[in-house]
C-alpha cells in the first residue's frame, strides 16, 4: 500500500500566501486563522522546522504547519484564511505584484481568485484517502499533476493528460479487482470494462439505489462523459499525436470542462472501489452454507 498522499493546495502557494503575513501585524495574522474554526493547534515556534526574521511569517508557519495539506476538510478551512489575506491587502492598498503572483499559484493548483477575493476550485480535488489505499497511485496522480501544471496556459496539453487520466484510472481499477486487461484497449472499452466491474453499468442487478433507473441514468451519462473526453483529444485537441496544424479557438474554459469530466469519472470510480459497502464487494464474497 502506498503512503504517498498529494497536498491539494502546494508548498509555493502557501509559501505565496505566507509572504503577505510581512503586511500584517502578529495579531492579525493569529485572528485570520482562528476566526474560521481553524481547530488545528499551532505548532510551538521550537518545533517548527523553518527558520525566518519575521516574527509575522513564522507566526504564519506555525498555523499551517498544523494543517493536513492533503485533507479536504483543512484545506478548504485554510483556504478562508488566504481569502481574508487577499481581502486585507487589496484594502490596505499594499502595493507590489502579490495579486498576480498569488493568482498565478492558485491557479496551478486548480483554484481561482474572483473580483470578491473569494477562492474556488477551478476542478475538484480527488479524494487523497482513496488513493492512499490503492497499491499503487502513480499512474493516478502523475496525469493529476499534468492537468494541474497545464490547465492554466496549455489547453490542448490539459485536455491530453485528462484523457489519460481516465485511462490511467480505468486500468488502475481493474487491476485492483485483479481483472485482466489488454494495455492496448480503447478508451471506451477501458471505460465500460471498469464500471462493469465495480457494478457500475446498466446491465448490472443491484440493491438499493444503485439498481435504480435514475442512478443507471447518471452512470451512462458519466461514462458518456468519460469517452467525450476521449474523443476530443483524439480529434485533435489534445496532445498525444502530431499535427500538421494546430487546433484554434481553444481556451481554457476547454481544458477545465475536459478536467472536470474526467475527475468527476476518475472520483466516482475511486468512491466505488474504495466504497466498503458497495455492491461489487458483496458479489465478490461467496456466500457462506
Known amino acids: 500500500m502506498s503512503s504517498y498522499r498529494r497536498d491539494l493546495v502546494s508548498r509555493a502557494t502557501r509559501n505565496e500566501f505566507r509572504s503577505l503575513a510581512t503586511g500584517m501585524t502578529v495579531r492579525l495574522v493569529a485572528e485570520a486563522w482562528q476566526n474560521h474554526n481553524y481547530n488545528f493547534a499551532p505548532v510551538p515556534e521550537d518545533e517548527l522546522n523553518y527558520d525566518d526574521t519575521s516574527v509575522r511569517r513564522i507566526e504564519f508557519e506555525k498555523y499551517a504547519a498544523a494543517a493536513d495539506w492533503t485533507d479536504y476538510t483543512h484545506v478548504s478551512r485554510a483556504l478562508l484564511v488566504f481569502e481574508d489575506f487577499i481581502r486585507y491587502h487589496r484594502q490596505s492598498g499594499w502595493e507590489s505584484n502579490w495579486l498576480e503572483e498569488v493568482t498565478v499559484k492558485l491557479e496551478r493548483d486548480g483554484l481561482s481568485v474572483d473580483e470578491r477575493g473569494r477562492i474556488s476550485w477551478l476542478r475538484r480535488p480527488v479524494s487523497t484517502g482513496h488513493l492512499e489505499n490503492l497499491t499503487d497511485p502513480s499512474g493516478i496522480l502523475a496525469e493529476l499533476e499534468r492537468v494541474s501544471r497545464t490547465i492554466a496556459d496549455d489547453p490542448a496539453a490539459a485536455i491530453g493528460s485528462a484523457k489519460q487520466l481516465i485511462e490511467a484510472t480505468a486500468k488502475t481499477v481493474l487491476r485492483e479487482r485483479g481483472i485482466a486487461f489488454d494495455e492496448h484497449t480503447k478508451v471506451p472499452a477501458l471505460v465500460k470494462q471498469a464500471q462493469k466491474s465495480l457494478h457500475l453499468d446498466a446491465s448490472s442487478v443491484t440493491p438499493g439505489p444503485d439498481g435504480t433507473d435514475a442512478v443507471k441514468k447518471i452512470l451512462g451519462g458519466v461514462a458518456s462523459i468519460a469517452v467525450g473526453v476521449a474523443e476530443l483529444r483524439n480529434r485533435g485537441y489534445g496532445t498525444g499525436h502530431g499535427q500538421a496544424s ?43 452454507r
Request: proline share 7%.
Open 246 to 288: 494546430a487546433p484554434t479557438n481553444l481556451g481554457i474554459r476547454h481544458a477545465q470542462l475536459a478536467a472536470n469530466a474526467a475527475i468527476t469519472w476518475c472520483q466516482l470510480m475511486l468512491d466505488t472501489l474504495g466504497d466498503l459497502a458497495a455492491p461489487w464487494r458483496k458479489a465478490a464474497v461467496p456466500s457462506q
